[in-house]
């Protein structure tokens, strides 16, 4: 692909359809623009079959758990493209912050979140490449896999 292929273009090469964005489960908006910066946060996983919950290490294997990452991804963007009214205007991806959903002595939070960081590098190629954060943690909010949140460096208004 060529490096000056659209971000949007690229997704739909890639057969990547976005889903509709999710409502806000509390009093705050899915994403801020601040500056250059694009700040989205966390989002979860949602399949065609709703939420998808449980324990990661005791509820889903690594594959279930990274294809949950994935499609927490895709929230992300559709959060994103919502606020910015287009994945072009996308500069770089520039953090992911990732939370695993683990049983006790679980500790391969990278691989789950990898399915969210793919994703990025195959919607914005090297620009997708991000800083990252991968933890465990005992809870997350309505029982979710995993919740992710990004940092998107943006074109300004």
Do not use: W
Not at 21 to 49: C, F, Q, T, W
Not at 129 to 148: Q, W, Y
């Amino acid at each position: 692909m060529s490096t000056n292929e659209s971000h949007e273009a690229r997704m739909t090469a890639a057969g990547i359809t976005l889903p509709e964005g999710m409502a806000p489960a509390g009093l705050y908006v899915p994403a801020v623009v601040s500056g250059n910066l694009l700040h989205v946060g966390g989002h979860g996983p949602i399949s065609d079959a709703g939420l998808i919950t449980g324990k990661v290490g005791a509820d889903l294997d690594v594959d279930a758990a990274y294809e949950a990452a994935r499609l927490t991804g895709l929230q992300l963007l559709a959060a994103a493209r919502d606020a910015l009214g287009t994945l072009d205007r996308v500069v770089r991806v520039v953090k992911i912050f990732g939370m695993v959903n683990c049983a006790p002595g679980f500790n391969q939070t990278p691989s789950v979140i990898n399915g969210c960081s793919q994703l990025m590098h195959d919607v914005f190629g090297e620009a997708g490449v991000h800083t990252r954060s991968a933890v465990g943690m005992a809870e997350l909010p309505f029982d979710i896999a995993v919740e992710i949140e990004g940092i998107f460096e943006i074109v300004a208004d």
